[in-house]
């Protein structure tokens, strides 16, 4: 989970995080009839940004009501499309390349700029509350698997199908296998 002082507490803020990450979905010419009737991939992805953001505003500055309104919105399409991605885990940048599977802990801590594929996954091995905590500009591979109370710097890449048990404290490095190793 975020620090208090990098959640979203304000307007400013979350008109910051949403400039940043609607950059990949622009709405022009016939994207706004697919957005509005939520036709393509892009829309809905961009629809995720859109409650995942706005959920995160209002229960950080308190409208429980708006929250709670946002956050049901934001549950029914993450379960529609088997997406788990928590409040308040992400920094702002987050980019998801399609709609598919992927799991991220509750406790677990999201850099700024990290890009996730799909089947990614981002989770604790045995006791709850320990996650991994992941630093900034990630690469998140297809199918991935984050496991355990583990720190990655910034700027690794994670490889497809990779395994990753243990820290990894080098930053800009990539991993990949089982169990992940440096690759470079």
């Keep these: ?3 208090e ?4 507490k304000s307007k400013e803020q979350l008109r910051e995080f949403l400039e940043l990450e609607y950059r990949r979905f622009p709405l022009y010419g016939r994207r706004y009839i697919s957005y509005f009737l939520q036709l ?6 961009r629809r995720h940004t859109k409650l995942l953001r706005y959920t995160e505003y209002h229960m950080n500055t308190g409208h ?21 991605v928590p409040i308040n885990c992400c920094d702002k940048g987050l980019t998801i390349f399609h709609v598919s599977p992927i799991i991220i802990n509750t406790n677990a801590s999201i850099g700024k700029n ?3 594929s799909p089947f990614a ?12 905590q992941l630093g900034d500009n990630i690469n998140l591979g297809c ?9 990655l710097a910034d700027g ?22 089982v169990p992940a190793k440096k690759i470079n």
């Design 64 to 84: 429980k009501l708006r929250g709670a309104f946002y956050w049901a919105r934001l549950m029914k399409l993450q379960n529609k499309h088997s997406m788990h």
């Design 114 to 116: 990290c890009s996730i």
């Design 40 to 45: 393509s991939e892009g829309a809905i992805l």
């Design 143 to 151: 199918g991935c698997k984050i496991l355990g109370n583990i720190v």
């Design 156 to 177: 690794i890449s994670v490889g497809a199908g990779a395994v990753v048990t243990k820290s990894f404290g080098e930053p800009g490095i990539h991993l990949a296998g």
């Design 121 to 132: 996954a981002v989770v604790n091995s045995d006791i709850q509350d320990l996650a991994p």
């Design 5 to 8: 002082d990098k959640r979203i």
């Design 1 to 3: 989970m975020l620090s």
